[in-house]
């Protein structure tokens, strides 16, 4: 197996779905060099199965306010920045018989004081927009949920960078040895889905395993 010595950069990224792909466009566009390192297919973790919903932060208004604003703000910005993998269809909040009905009252104030909107659509109308909402609808609310396409964002974010410079390496056969544990124990952390940044100096990364021969 053809396993590189040393690999210099300033920060390894572990982990090819949205997060490390938007920390790699987010490096470069800095100018911090950087390598990112998928051990499958971009997007193979969650990035890849997941419902595709861009959060408006309204279903964190009630418990946590401060979730649910930094939800808000994060969703404005990857609406701005990554508009073309966006639908902005809006999103349904939906109460039934037998929900609490101090929630449903309190929901419009509880969204407000996050910044978010939630306009009251009368069950009907909203009836005519989505047949399957259920027969038992008691009240409706619109929030600026949207869809987004998480394959696209990803493979567009991973683009941005490496035409910045970032490199990736994907299935590397040597990741899969033992190597990688000695390039985290370098790193101080253990392998995760997005690595830490772990100096503020280029530095080379040991691919040798930390004990005994790669495999
Ligand atoms: C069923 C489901 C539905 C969801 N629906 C939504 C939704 O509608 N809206 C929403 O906002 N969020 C949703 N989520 C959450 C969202 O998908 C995740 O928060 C997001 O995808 C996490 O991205 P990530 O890049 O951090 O992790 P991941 O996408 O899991 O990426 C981790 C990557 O790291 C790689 N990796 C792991 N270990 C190593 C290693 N040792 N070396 C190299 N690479 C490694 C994996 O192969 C993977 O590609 C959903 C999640 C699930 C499971």
Redesign the pocket.
């Known amino acids: 197996m053809n396993i590189p010595s040393f690999i210099q950069t300033e920060v390894l990224i572990?982990?090819?779905?949205?997060?490390?792909t938007a920390l790699a466009r987010d490096l470069a566009l800095r100018g911090v060099d950087c390598i990112l390192?998928?051990?499958?297919?971009?997007?193979?973790?969650?990035?890849?199965?997941?419902?595709?919903?861009?959060?408006s932060g309204a279903r964190y208004v009630a418990g946590d306010c401060e979730a649910a604003m930094e939800c808000r703000s994060e969703g404005n910005i990857l609406k701005r920045v990554a508009a073309q993998t966006i639908q902005d269809t809006g999103g349904y909040f939906v109460a039934v018989q037998g929900d609490d009905e101090r929630y449903i009252a309190d929901f419009p104030s509880h969204c407000a004081r996050s910044g978010i909107t939630a306009n009251a659509v009368d069950v009907a109308t909203a009836r005519a927009l989505e047949p399957a909402l259920s027969e038992h609808t008691i009240a409706v609310f619109e929030v600026p949920d949207a869809a987004i396409d998480?394959f696209r964002l990803s493979l567009e974010s991973l683009a941005q960078a490496r035409n910045l410079g970032a490199r990736l390496m994907r299935r590397p056969a040597w990741?899969a040895s033992s190597a990688?544990d000695a390039v985290s124990a370098r790193c101080g952390s253990s392998?995760?889905?997005?690595g830490r940044k772990c100096g503020s100096k280029s530095r080379r990364w040991s691919t040798q395993p930390a004990h005994g021969h790669a495999r």
């Open positions: 572990i982990g090819g779905g949205v997060t490390g390192v998928e051990k499958d297919d971009i997007n193979a973790g969650a990035s890849g199965r997941n419902h595709g919903l861009l959060h998480p990741w990688k392998p995760s889905a997005a």
